[in-house]
């Protein structure tokens, strides 16, 4: 018995370090903050569950247990990586949860024949490996996949905001050639003609100003109407 705690808890400091040396080595292939939290995190969560209902059903751990839990977290490892590379394409994010899928349900059956047997150290692996599979999808599904939706929207806006406003030619006074001038709004365009029409016409500059108003009110009401 003292044996097997003693083993247990070398086994607990080794995964220990495995989690911090992990850790590191997903910070280096991914040099990205939030890739890395959307990797580590699933396979955390998981662990945390999985322990938790152990715990639950008064399930005590052997060495089977951290054995299986090892195995689980490598599968979530797995998972929340192919989620994260398959990026924010839409036809690549369907082919890789196609792929997981499948995957995922045949580890699940075979783990789940193994939590049915009535061998004590079968019964240990499959069944902490059956919630591994189970959580590690399903929160790697959630948190480590990409969101196409958010990041069409924001591809959308990034070209709306990049595209360069339409312009128009406009002639020279007094020459015969033309220039380029940003294409202005319908409204505005209504209040310069307005103006340019009361410069031109001596009977429209002696009129009062609420005429005015009112002219140029009714060329704004034309044009949304032309819009």
């Known amino acids: 018995e003292a044996l097997v705690v003693a083993y247990r808890e070398r086994v607990l400091w080794a995964l220990a370090g495995a989690a911090i040396l992990l850790a590191l080595t997903v910070w280096l292939a991914l040099r990205a903050p939030r890739r890395v939290l959307r990797v580590l995190l699933p396979m955390a969560l998981t662990t945390l569950a999985i322990l938790a209902v152990l715990r639950a059903f008064g399930v005590e751990l052997t060495l089977f247990h951290l054995v299986a839990l090892i195995l689980a977290a490598g599968l979530g490892l797995d998972y929340a990586l192919f989620f994260d590379h398959a990026g924010d394409d839409h036809a690549d994010q369907l ?3 196609h792929a997981l899928v499948v ?3 045949t580890t699940l059956l075979v783990f789940l024949l193994l939590a049915l047997s009535s061998i004590p150290v079968l019964r240990a692996i499959g069944t902490t490996v059956t919630i591994g599979v189970v959580g590690n ?3 790697g599904l959630l948190i480590a996949r990409h969101d196409v939706a958010a990041s069409r929207v924001g591809v959308a806006h990034r070209h709306r905001r990049a595209r360069p406003a339409p312009r128009r030619d406009v002639p020279v ?3 015969g050639g033309t220039r380029r001038e940003p294409r202005l709004p319908a409204h505005d365009l209504a209040s310069r003609s307005v103006e340019s029409l009361a410069q031109r016409w001596p009977p429209a500059r002696a009129a ?3 005429i005015r108003r009112a002219g ?4 704004r009401r034309a ?4 819009e």
Do not use: M, Y
Not at 216 to 219: E, I, M, V
Not at 223 to 226: E, T
């Open 173 to 175: 006074a007094g020459g």
């Open 103 to 105: 995957c995922s349900l």
């Open 208 to 210: 009062p100003e609420r």
């Open 216 to 219: 140029d009110g009714g060329a």
């Open 95 to 97: 082919r890789t949860l």
């Open 137 to 139: 999808f399903v929160l």
């Open 223 to 226: 044009a949304r109407a032309c």
